[in-house]
């Protein structure tokens, strides 16, 4: 059973900040003649989500102690709540490449931003 993201940390992203692409990019084989074959890359539902989160300091020293120690330097997934069709559900989520940046905000603290894979959105 995944990690929950940290009840402490907010995960409502930046308004207009959310980009999703609703599935992964499909394997492609090139032929010897013609177009090129192309197939589903995973059986699964898998969107990827680009986001901004606003985060205050103690948050983002939580932030990062989860995704350092929980998620194993972000390798791990994840359940969070992910905006989708008007509400907020609770989806399995990956870091993309365990990855995140976090920007500092002078005193209002860190703007991190990072890309979700979010199965069955």
Known sequence: MPDTWPIT???K????SPQITPFRAPLATDMEDGM???RRSTTKNVATM???IPMTAAEHA???AWV???LADGTLDFTMPVWKGGSYADRTCSLVGGLYQSASRG???FEVSFNL???DY
């Open 9 to 11: 940390v907010r995960h």
């Open 13 to 16: 992203p930046l308004a207009g």
């Open 36 to 38: 090129q074959r192309r």
């Open 50 to 52: 680009a986001m901004r």
């Open 62 to 64: 939580t932030f990062e």
């Open 68 to 70: 350092r120690d929980t």
């Open 107 to 109: 005193s209002s603290g």
């Open 117 to 119: 894979d979010i199965e």
